[in-house]
């Protein structure tokens, strides 16, 4: 049996990488229809966007098509609540 310490905890990640917000947007535009990349019911990454905190990042002038949307992600253990993951 794992005890509650040994456990990861979400407000213990840190993501650098694309915007959860930017692929939800995407979502909503139906962008990608289907395959790789579309709407799913069961997205996990909808399940965590209201429990994330994002800090978008500047672009990055000399590449800006390739880092347009990077963020630093995070988890605020007030947003998680009691949820357990």
């Known amino acids: 049996r794992e005890s509650a310490a040994a456990r990861p905890c979400l407000a ?43 800090q978008k990042l500047p672009t990055f002038e000399q590449c800006p098509e390739a880092f347009n949307d990077l963020s630093v992600i995070s988890f605020p253990a007030e947003a998680l609540g009691g949820l357990k993951f």
């Open 12 to 54: 213990d990640v840190m993501i650098l990488g694309n915007s959860f917000e930017v692929y939800a947007e995407r979502d909503d535009l139906r962008l990608v229809v289907q395959g790789p990349g579309a709407p799913r019911e069961d997205s996990v990454l909808r399940k965590l966007l209201p429990l994330c905190h994002e």
